[in-house]
Protein backbone atom coordinates (compact mmCIF):
# COMPACT_ATOMS: atom_id res chain seq x y z
CA UNK A 1 0.00 0.00 0.00
CA UNK A 2 2.74 2.48 0.73
CA UNK A 3 4.67 4.62 -1.98
CA UNK A 4 7.94 4.95 0.03
CA UNK A 5 11.72 5.38 -1.05
CA UNK A 6 12.91 2.28 -1.77
CA UNK A 7 15.27 1.47 0.88
CA UNK A 8 12.70 -0.60 3.31
CA UNK A 9 12.46 2.51 5.20
CA UNK A 10 9.83 1.11 7.71
CA UNK A 11 7.10 3.56 10.23
CA UNK A 12 5.42 2.76 12.93
CA UNK A 13 2.36 5.31 12.93
CA UNK A 14 0.21 5.19 16.59
CA UNK A 15 -3.11 6.97 17.05
CA UNK A 16 -4.31 5.38 20.61
CA UNK A 17 -7.87 5.87 20.93
CA UNK A 18 -10.98 5.94 19.82
CA UNK A 19 -12.63 5.18 16.50
CA UNK A 20 -13.38 8.54 15.35
CA UNK A 21 -10.11 9.77 16.65
CA UNK A 22 -8.41 7.03 14.27
CA UNK A 23 -10.73 7.78 11.03
CA UNK A 24 -9.65 11.24 11.47
CA UNK A 25 -5.77 10.54 11.28
CA UNK A 26 -6.74 8.89 7.83
CA UNK A 27 -4.84 11.90 5.57
CA UNK A 28 -1.79 11.80 7.95
CA UNK A 29 -1.75 7.78 7.50
CA UNK A 30 -2.00 8.39 3.63
CA UNK A 31 0.99 11.26 3.41
CA UNK A 32 2.99 8.77 5.86
CA UNK A 33 2.58 5.96 3.41
CA UNK A 34 3.61 8.12 0.36
CA UNK A 35 7.16 8.49 1.92
CA UNK A 36 7.60 5.22 3.45
CA UNK A 37 8.27 1.65 2.20
CA UNK A 38 6.19 -0.01 5.09
CA UNK A 39 3.52 1.79 7.63
CA UNK A 40 2.35 0.16 10.72
CA UNK A 41 -0.71 1.73 12.28
CA UNK A 42 -0.50 1.03 16.21
CA UNK A 43 -4.34 1.44 17.74
CA UNK A 44 -6.07 0.58 20.81
CA UNK A 45 -8.77 -1.79 20.83
CA UNK A 46 -11.63 1.04 20.49
CA UNK A 47 -9.82 2.56 17.40
CA UNK A 48 -8.40 -0.95 15.66
CA UNK A 49 -11.64 -1.23 13.52
CA UNK A 50 -11.35 2.17 12.09
CA UNK A 51 -7.81 1.28 11.13
CA UNK A 52 -8.70 -1.64 9.61
CA UNK A 53 -10.63 0.85 7.15
CA UNK A 54 -7.65 2.94 6.27
CA UNK A 55 -5.74 3.58 2.83
CA UNK A 56 -1.99 3.40 3.07
CA UNK A 57 -1.66 0.87 6.25
CA UNK A 58 -0.28 -2.36 5.71
CA UNK A 59 0.29 -3.68 8.71
CA UNK A 60 -2.32 -2.94 11.54
CA UNK A 61 -1.49 -3.72 15.30
CA UNK A 62 -3.08 -3.48 18.37
CA UNK A 63 -1.59 -2.14 22.11
CA UNK A 64 -3.99 -0.67 24.65
CA UNK A 65 -1.98 1.80 26.40
CA UNK A 66 -2.92 1.99 29.80
CA UNK A 67 -3.48 5.76 30.05
CA UNK A 68 -6.17 5.70 27.66
CA UNK A 69 -9.28 6.81 29.18
CA UNK A 70 -10.76 3.25 27.68
CA UNK A 71 -8.18 0.94 28.76
CA UNK A 72 -8.35 -0.41 32.33
CA UNK A 73 -5.00 -2.08 33.23
CA UNK A 74 -1.92 -1.85 35.42
CA UNK A 75 1.31 -0.53 33.96
CA UNK A 76 3.65 -3.96 34.64
CA UNK A 77 6.46 -5.35 32.97
CA UNK A 78 3.75 -7.95 31.48
CA UNK A 79 2.63 -4.67 29.51
CA UNK A 80 5.90 -3.62 28.60
CA UNK A 81 7.42 -6.42 27.42
CA UNK A 82 4.07 -7.10 25.61
CA UNK A 83 4.88 -3.46 23.97
CA UNK A 84 8.63 -4.28 23.47
CA UNK A 85 7.86 -7.19 21.78
CA UNK A 86 5.31 -5.60 19.29
CA UNK A 87 7.91 -3.35 18.40
CA UNK A 88 10.53 -5.91 17.97
CA UNK A 89 8.23 -7.54 15.24
CA UNK A 90 7.67 -4.13 13.43
CA UNK A 91 11.34 -2.88 13.50
CA UNK A 92 10.58 0.42 12.47
CA UNK A 93 12.54 2.57 11.90
CA UNK A 94 10.58 5.55 13.13
CA UNK A 95 7.59 6.70 14.97
CA UNK A 96 5.03 9.57 14.11
CA UNK A 97 2.77 10.16 17.05
CA UNK A 98 -0.63 11.18 16.45
CA UNK A 99 -2.21 13.02 19.35
CA UNK A 100 -5.36 15.37 20.33
CA UNK A 101 -4.89 18.66 21.69
CA UNK A 102 -5.64 17.61 24.88
CA UNK A 103 -2.83 14.63 24.76
CA UNK A 104 0.53 14.20 25.21
CA UNK A 105 2.75 11.69 23.28
CA UNK A 106 5.70 11.70 25.90
CA UNK A 107 4.11 8.48 27.52
CA UNK A 108 4.31 6.06 24.07
CA UNK A 109 7.47 8.18 23.48
CA UNK A 110 9.60 6.61 26.21
CA UNK A 111 8.19 3.35 25.91
CA UNK A 112 8.91 4.18 21.89
CA UNK A 113 12.61 4.69 23.57
CA UNK A 114 12.97 2.06 25.63
CA UNK A 115 11.98 -0.22 22.69
CA UNK A 116 14.78 1.22 20.56
CA UNK A 117 12.78 2.96 17.80
CA UNK A 118 15.20 5.74 16.53
CA UNK A 119 13.13 8.65 15.83
CA UNK A 120 10.35 9.61 17.28
CA UNK A 121 7.79 13.03 16.40
CA UNK A 122 5.08 13.89 17.80
CA UNK A 123 3.04 17.47 18.85
CA UNK A 124 3.90 18.10 22.91
CA UNK A 125 2.93 21.38 25.26
CA UNK A 126 5.76 19.82 27.72
CA UNK A 127 9.51 19.52 27.04
CA UNK A 128 10.55 15.77 26.15
CA UNK A 129 13.59 16.09 26.56
CA UNK A 130 15.26 12.92 25.06
CA UNK A 131 12.04 11.41 23.49
CA UNK A 132 11.36 13.13 20.78
CA UNK A 133 13.23 14.11 17.86
CA UNK A 134 10.80 16.27 16.05
CA UNK A 135 8.71 18.29 18.56
CA UNK A 136 6.02 20.60 17.57
CA UNK A 137 5.06 22.92 19.89
CA UNK A 138 1.01 23.63 20.36
CA UNK A 139 0.09 27.46 20.41
CA UNK A 140 3.59 27.86 18.32
CA UNK A 141 4.49 25.60 15.96
CA UNK A 142 0.95 24.17 15.66
CA UNK A 143 -2.24 26.11 15.67
CA UNK A 144 -4.83 25.28 18.38
CA UNK A 145 -7.79 26.03 16.40
CA UNK A 146 -7.69 23.80 13.19
CA UNK A 147 -9.66 20.63 12.43
CA UNK A 148 -8.30 17.24 13.88
CA UNK A 149 -7.72 15.99 10.51
CA UNK A 150 -5.12 18.88 9.65
CA UNK A 151 -3.72 18.76 12.87
CA UNK A 152 -2.47 15.16 12.29
CA UNK A 153 -1.37 16.40 9.07
CA UNK A 154 1.06 19.08 10.11
CA UNK A 155 2.59 16.62 12.75
CA UNK A 156 3.71 13.92 10.01
CA UNK A 157 4.91 16.91 7.71
CA UNK A 158 6.98 18.02 10.63
CA UNK A 159 8.25 14.30 10.86
CA UNK A 160 9.36 14.36 6.62
CA UNK A 161 6.24 13.33 5.41
CA UNK A 162 3.79 15.80 3.41
CA UNK A 163 0.87 15.17 2.13
CA UNK A 164 1.17 14.29 -1.81
CA UNK A 165 0.67 16.07 -4.66
CA UNK A 166 -3.01 14.83 -5.95
CA UNK A 167 -4.35 14.19 -2.40
CA UNK A 168 -6.69 16.32 -1.65
CA UNK A 169 -6.25 15.67 2.80
CA UNK A 170 -10.17 14.52 2.58
CA UNK A 171 -11.19 11.95 5.32
CA UNK A 172 -11.57 8.16 3.03
CA UNK A 173 -11.54 4.56 3.87
CA UNK A 174 -10.49 1.97 1.71
CA UNK A 175 -12.51 1.16 -1.37
CA UNK A 176 -11.07 -2.21 -2.23
CA UNK A 177 -13.40 -4.43 -0.52
CA UNK A 178 -16.86 -5.46 -2.09
CA UNK A 179 -19.59 -4.98 1.34
CA UNK A 180 -22.85 -5.61 0.50
CA UNK A 181 -25.28 -3.83 2.34
CA UNK A 182 -28.62 -5.61 4.35
CA UNK A 183 -31.46 -6.33 1.73
CA UNK A 184 -34.32 -3.96 3.42
CA UNK A 185 -31.37 -0.89 2.89
CA UNK A 186 -30.62 -2.11 -0.55
CA UNK A 187 -34.65 -2.18 -1.26
CA UNK A 188 -35.26 1.24 -0.97
CA UNK A 189 -35.07 4.00 -3.81
CA UNK A 190 -33.37 6.65 -1.20
CA UNK A 191 -33.25 6.71 2.51
CA UNK A 192 -32.42 8.84 5.76
CA UNK A 193 -29.86 7.37 8.17
CA UNK A 194 -30.43 7.73 12.05
CA UNK A 195 -27.67 7.24 14.51
CA UNK A 196 -29.04 8.01 18.01
CA UNK A 197 -26.21 6.74 19.69
CA UNK A 198 -22.83 8.92 21.14
CA UNK A 199 -20.25 7.57 23.51
CA UNK A 200 -20.75 9.54 26.31
CA UNK A 201 -24.25 10.87 27.92
CA UNK A 202 -23.29 14.81 27.29
CA UNK A 203 -22.73 14.21 23.06
CA UNK A 204 -26.80 13.17 23.29
CA UNK A 205 -29.59 14.42 21.15
CA UNK A 206 -32.57 12.99 23.45
CA UNK A 207 -34.15 9.56 22.59
CA UNK A 208 -37.11 11.06 22.31
CA UNK A 209 -36.16 13.65 19.89
CA UNK A 210 -34.56 11.07 17.79
CA UNK A 211 -37.99 8.86 17.84
CA UNK A 212 -40.09 12.04 17.09
CA UNK A 213 -37.36 12.78 13.94
CA UNK A 214 -38.11 9.34 12.66
CA UNK A 215 -42.28 9.27 13.21
CA UNK A 216 -42.02 12.82 10.91
CA UNK A 217 -40.06 10.98 8.30
CA UNK A 218 -42.06 8.58 7.80
CA UNK A 219 -45.50 10.83 7.85
CA UNK A 220 -43.37 12.88 5.32
CA UNK A 221 -43.06 9.30 2.86
CA UNK A 222 -39.26 9.33 3.60
CA UNK A 223 -37.69 5.90 4.45
CA UNK A 224 -35.48 5.82 7.27
CA UNK A 225 -32.69 3.65 8.74
CA UNK A 226 -31.28 3.72 12.08
CA UNK A 227 -27.89 2.39 13.17
CA UNK A 228 -26.16 1.75 16.29
CA UNK A 229 -23.75 -0.55 17.71
CA UNK A 230 -24.59 -4.32 18.76
CA UNK A 231 -24.36 -2.27 22.61
CA UNK A 232 -26.72 0.54 21.18
CA UNK A 233 -29.75 -2.20 20.11
CA UNK A 234 -32.15 -1.04 22.71
CA UNK A 235 -31.49 2.24 21.74
CA UNK A 236 -31.86 1.97 17.91
CA UNK A 237 -35.30 -0.49 18.37
CA UNK A 238 -36.69 2.52 20.87
CA UNK A 239 -36.14 5.03 17.93
CA UNK A 240 -37.17 3.17 14.97
CA UNK A 241 -40.29 1.75 16.23
CA UNK A 242 -42.56 0.65 13.90
CA UNK A 243 -41.79 3.04 10.66
CA UNK A 244 -37.55 2.47 10.27
CA UNK A 245 -35.59 -0.06 9.57
CA UNK A 246 -33.45 -0.94 12.57
CA UNK A 247 -30.14 -2.01 12.22
CA UNK A 248 -28.63 -1.49 15.62
CA UNK A 249 -26.10 -4.14 15.97
CA UNK A 250 -26.33 -5.43 12.45
CA UNK A 251 -23.55 -3.71 10.50
CA UNK A 252 -19.79 -3.90 10.43
CA UNK A 253 -17.57 -1.06 9.88
CA UNK A 254 -17.17 -1.37 6.46
CA UNK A 255 -21.13 -2.30 6.20
CA UNK A 256 -21.91 0.88 7.94
CA UNK A 257 -20.23 2.61 5.81
CA UNK A 258 -21.90 1.24 2.71
CA UNK A 259 -25.00 2.01 4.63
CA UNK A 260 -24.08 5.67 5.22
CA UNK A 261 -22.46 6.42 1.65
CA UNK A 262 -25.98 5.47 0.44
CA UNK A 263 -28.13 7.98 2.29
CA UNK A 264 -29.62 10.75 1.23
CA UNK A 265 -28.47 12.08 4.38
CA UNK A 266 -27.28 11.72 7.90
CA UNK A 267 -28.75 13.07 10.86
CA UNK A 268 -25.89 11.74 13.94
CA UNK A 269 -23.91 13.61 16.99
CA UNK A 270 -20.58 13.98 17.88
CA UNK A 271 -19.62 10.18 17.78
CA UNK A 272 -17.36 7.64 15.80
CA UNK A 273 -19.77 6.89 12.66
CA UNK A 274 -20.32 11.07 12.21
CA UNK A 275 -16.25 11.01 10.79
CA UNK A 276 -17.10 7.68 9.03
CA UNK A 277 -19.85 9.29 7.40
CA UNK A 278 -17.31 12.57 6.45
CA UNK A 279 -15.36 9.75 4.97
CA UNK A 280 -17.52 8.33 2.36
CA UNK A 281 -18.93 12.00 1.63
CA UNK A 282 -22.47 11.56 3.09
CA UNK A 283 -24.49 15.09 3.39
CA UNK A 284 -24.44 15.10 7.20
CA UNK A 285 -26.92 16.57 10.05
CA UNK A 286 -24.60 17.14 12.84
CA UNK A 287 -25.91 17.21 16.26
CA UNK A 288 -22.93 18.78 17.92
CA UNK A 289 -22.89 19.11 21.83
CA UNK A 290 -19.82 21.55 22.65
CA UNK A 291 -18.14 19.75 25.14
CA UNK A 292 -15.65 19.85 22.83
CA UNK A 293 -15.07 22.51 20.30
CA UNK A 294 -16.62 22.14 16.88
CA UNK A 295 -13.60 23.54 14.94
CA UNK A 296 -11.82 20.34 15.69
CA UNK A 297 -14.00 17.79 16.07
CA UNK A 298 -16.88 18.30 13.37
CA UNK A 299 -17.10 16.40 10.69
CA UNK A 300 -14.51 17.17 8.44
CA UNK A 301 -16.71 17.51 5.12
CA UNK A 302 -17.55 19.30 2.41
CA UNK A 303 -21.58 19.11 2.93
CA UNK A 304 -22.34 19.68 7.14
CA UNK A 305 -24.92 21.24 9.49
CA UNK A 306 -24.00 21.66 12.32
CA UNK A 307 -26.89 22.12 14.79
CA UNK A 308 -26.50 22.43 18.79
CA UNK A 309 -25.80 25.63 20.78
CA UNK A 310 -21.78 26.42 20.58
CA UNK A 311 -22.10 29.12 23.41
CA UNK A 312 -23.86 26.52 25.89
CA UNK A 313 -22.66 26.78 29.41
CA UNK A 314 -21.09 23.25 29.11
CA UNK A 315 -18.58 24.76 26.05
CA UNK A 316 -15.42 23.12 26.20
CA UNK A 317 -16.06 21.26 29.46
CA UNK A 318 -15.10 17.93 27.70
CA UNK A 319 -18.06 16.63 30.29
CA UNK A 320 -18.85 12.92 29.86
CA UNK A 321 -22.38 13.43 31.72
CA UNK A 322 -23.92 16.65 30.96
CA UNK A 323 -22.85 19.02 33.57
CA UNK A 324 -26.03 21.52 32.91
CA UNK A 325 -29.72 21.02 33.68
CA UNK A 326 -31.68 19.94 30.83
CA UNK A 327 -28.94 19.28 28.50
CA UNK A 328 -29.85 22.99 26.57
CA UNK A 329 -26.97 22.81 24.52
CA UNK A 330 -28.83 19.83 22.35
CA UNK A 331 -32.30 19.74 23.96
CA UNK A 332 -33.23 23.27 22.27
CA UNK A 333 -32.75 21.63 18.86
CA UNK A 334 -35.87 20.47 17.50
CA UNK A 335 -37.50 17.98 14.84
CA UNK A 336 -38.17 21.26 12.55
CA UNK A 337 -34.17 22.32 13.07
CA UNK A 338 -33.16 19.15 11.59
CA UNK A 339 -35.68 18.79 8.35
CA UNK A 340 -34.85 22.36 7.63
CA UNK A 341 -31.05 21.33 7.85
CA UNK A 342 -31.65 18.34 5.67
CA UNK A 343 -33.69 20.75 2.91
CA UNK A 344 -30.61 22.86 2.85
CA UNK A 345 -28.16 20.07 2.57
CA UNK A 346 -30.38 18.63 -0.38
CA UNK A 347 -31.62 21.79 -1.75
CA UNK A 348 -35.12 20.87 -1.94
CA UNK A 349 -38.54 20.70 0.13
CA UNK A 350 -39.29 18.18 2.28
CA UNK A 351 -42.44 19.56 4.00
CA UNK A 352 -45.64 20.37 1.72
CA UNK A 353 -49.23 19.97 1.55
CA UNK A 354 -49.12 18.31 -1.65
CA UNK A 355 -46.92 15.29 -1.57
CA UNK A 356 -47.35 15.30 -5.76
CA UNK A 357 -44.52 18.50 -5.43
CA UNK A 358 -41.96 17.06 -3.29
CA UNK A 359 -39.38 15.78 -5.66
CA UNK A 360 -36.99 13.10 -4.17
CA UNK A 361 -33.09 14.28 -4.45
CA UNK A 362 -31.01 12.19 -6.90
CA UNK A 363 -29.56 9.67 -4.70
CA UNK A 364 -25.95 9.23 -4.19
CA UNK A 365 -25.43 5.40 -4.21
Known sequence: ?????????????????????????????????????????????????????????????????????????????????????????????????????????????????????????????????????????????????????????????????????????????????????????????????????????ARSWPPSSHRALVAEYARLGVPVVVTGSPGERDLTAEVAGSTAVDLGGRTSPAGLAAVLAGAEVVVVGNTGPAHLAAAVGARIVSLFSPVVPAVKWAPYAAHVELLGDQEAPCRLSRARDCPVLGHPCLAGVGVDDVLAAHERLVGCALRTN???????PETRR
Not at 51 to 57: C, F, K, T, Y
Not at 354 to 360: M, V
Open 1 to 201: MSGGRGDGHRVLVARLDSFGDVLVAGPAVRAVAAGADHVTLLCGPQGAPAGALLPGVDTLRVWAAPWVTETVRPLDDAVLAEFRALIAEERPDEAVVLTSFHQSPLPLAMLLRLAGVPRVSGASVDHPGALLDVRLRPGEDLPEDVPEPERALRIAAAAGFPLPDGDDGALRIRDDEVVSIPSEVAALDRYVVVHPGASVE
Open 354 to 360: DSSLRTA
